[in-house]
């Protein structure tokens, strides 16, 4: 399958700073991409879907203000959460979707574990 | 909104039994895919159903689409605690009104399989 890597896989950092995220397709091209948000023991809760060249698609209750998305590249998107509080504190997941099979399937990052003291 | 209901939303059985999860739904999806996700990990995906009514097998997992391509069971043979983790549903992609496509996740099934 289609790999996809996240960096970092863990940050902490301190209230009112920001946290850039990277969400790479290693072997593949990926026009779309999208980012998740997962509470404990809850399932994932989009966020936003990123598509290279143009802008964010937010769902409905997320500030894009708050958590900026851009995906300048077919390999690359980042999620920076500005002025972090510790309520952003989540494990947040990366996935890009792969045309090249049939059935345009969207694989998953290693996720990102923030922390906002 | 579309949901995609999966239940039971835990299950800890003994190594060796069976169990099937359900994800259903009053929407028609294209495809549906099954992940597995282990605790500070991402989803992996296990298997893409396509085709109403299509049966894949993946060793002592079986995946089921349903006829109308509303609905999803997964069954798993003969656990072992390495099933254990959570197990979700995706259907994909479903167009919105601005012409992109994202997925609906499953509300999830935790799994332990107790040795």
């Known amino acids: 399958g289609a790999v996809v890597s996240q960096h970092p896989s863990r940050v902490i950092c301190k209230s009112g700073t920001s946290v850039k995220i990277e969400c790479r397709s290693l072997?593949?091209?990926?026009?779309?991409m999208f980012w998740y948000r997962q509470f404990p023991k809850q399932s994932l809760m989009l966020m936003a879907t990123s598509n290279e060249g143009s802008k964010a698609t937010y769902e409905q209750g997320v500030e894009k203000d708050k958590f900026l998305i851009n995906h300048a590249s077919l390999t690359l998107s980042t999620l920076t959460v500005t002025s972090a509080h510790p309520e952003d504190s989540s494990f947040y997941i990366c996935?890009?979707?792969?045309?090249?099979?049939?059935?345009?399937?969207?694989?998953f990052g290693p996720g990102t574990r923030l922390t906002v003291l | 909104t579309q949901l995609l209901e999966q239940s039971p939303q835990f299950l800890s059985i003994q190594e060796g039994e069976n169990l099937t999860v359900y994800c259903n739904s009053s929407?028609?999806?294209?495809?549906l895919q099954w992940y597995r996700q282990e605790p500070g990990e991402g989803p992996v995906l296990l298997v893409t159903v396509v085709t109403g009514g299509e049966v894949k097998k993946l060793k002592r997992l079986t995946f089921q689409f349903g006829d109308a391509r509303k609905d999803s069971s997964l069954h798993i043979t003969a656990a072992q605690p390495g099933d254990t983790g959570l197990y979700l549903c995706?259907?994909?992609?479903?167009?919105?009104?601005?012409?992109?496509?994202?997925?609906?996740f499953g509300t999830g099934t935790r799994l332990k399989v107790l040795a």
């Open positions: 995706a259907g994909a992609p479903i167009p919105t009104h601005s012409g992109t496509y994202k997925y609906i």
């Open positions: 072997d593949f091209q990926a026009t779309t």
């Open positions: 929407s028609v999806f294209s495809s």
């Open positions: 996935s890009a979707r792969d045309l090249r099979g049939d059935y345009n399937e969207q694989f």
